[in-house]
């Protein structure tokens, strides 16, 4: 089944961008579900189909995929932004879900 | 408003059985798949089991097929989640959450409730 790695964790200072990588063969041939988790809480979607917001997310949340990388990128980071964030992907061919390793994004 | 309310977790043996439910409103609950995700403690999301929004087509992880099976009462906005032969590490917050089809995002998810293991 597919396997999605991400990067452990993730520091950025107020108001400078995130990248978080979401690494899986030939990952740019589905579409990427981010999702953010905050401590104690649901995960929430954040983008999805790759790059589309769902209303209320902010367009500082971005998102791309292509090759074996897919990325969110979170631009003018704020503090409210500290989560954990987890890529996901349906794999068609053994109708099986996916979710990347999971990021901690820690705002310094 | 959308609402995903589940319920059902507890304190069990290995080798037991628990019902997880999950209450939907606030959405045509008919209209939708709906998943069952997990999470041990202190670790990252596993996808558990998925059924489309007629209850046609059921889809598991590995790690609970033959073990768990996912249903759903279109009359009463309720998914269910049976859970048998229960292993110390089914240990997780379940939680469950609303995909329009299979290829569809997890677009909401409930609060989650906790299945842990007695000693």
């Known amino acids: 089944s597919h396997v999605l790695t991400q990067p452990p964790s993730v520091s950025v200072a107020p108001g400078k961008t995130a990248t978080i990588a979401c690494g899986g063969n030939?990952?740019?041939?589905?579409?990427v579900h981010w999702y953010q988790q905050k401590p104690g809480q649901a995960p929430v979607l954040v983008i999805y189909y790759d790059s589309d917001r769902p209303s209320g997310i902010p367009e500082r949340f971005c998102g791309s995929n292509s090759g074996n990388t897919a990325t969110l990128t979170i631009s003018r980071v704020e503090a409210g932004d500290e989560a954990d964030y987890y890529c996901q992907v349906w794999d068609s061919g053994t109708d099986h879900y996916v979710f990347g390793t999971g990021t901690k994004v820690t705002v310094l | 408003q959308v609402q995903l309310v589940e319920s059902g977790g507890g304190v069990v043996q290995p080798g037991g059985s628990l019902r997880l439910s999950c209450a939907a409103s606030?959405?045509?609950?008919?209209?939708?798949?709906m998943h069952w995700v997990r999470q041990a403690p202190g670790k990252g999301l596993n996808w558990v089991a998925f059924?489309?929004?007629?209850?046609?087509?059921?889809y598991y992880a590995d790690s609970v097929k033959g073990r768990f099976t996912i249903s759903r009462d279109n009359s009463t906005n309720t998914l269910y989640l049976q859970m048998n032969t229960l292993r110390p590490e089914d240990t997780a917050v379940y939680y469950c959450?609303?995909?329009?089809?299979?290829?569809?995002?997890?677009?909401?998810w409930g609060q989650g409730t906790l299945v842990t293991f007695s000693s």
């Open positions: 606030g959405f045509t609950f008919s209209y939708y798949g």
């Open positions: 030939n990952i740019g041939s589905k579409s």
């Open positions: 059924i489309r929004y007629d209850g046609t087509n059921k």
């Open positions: 959450a609303k995909a329009l089809r299979p290829d569809s995002p997890f677009d909401y």
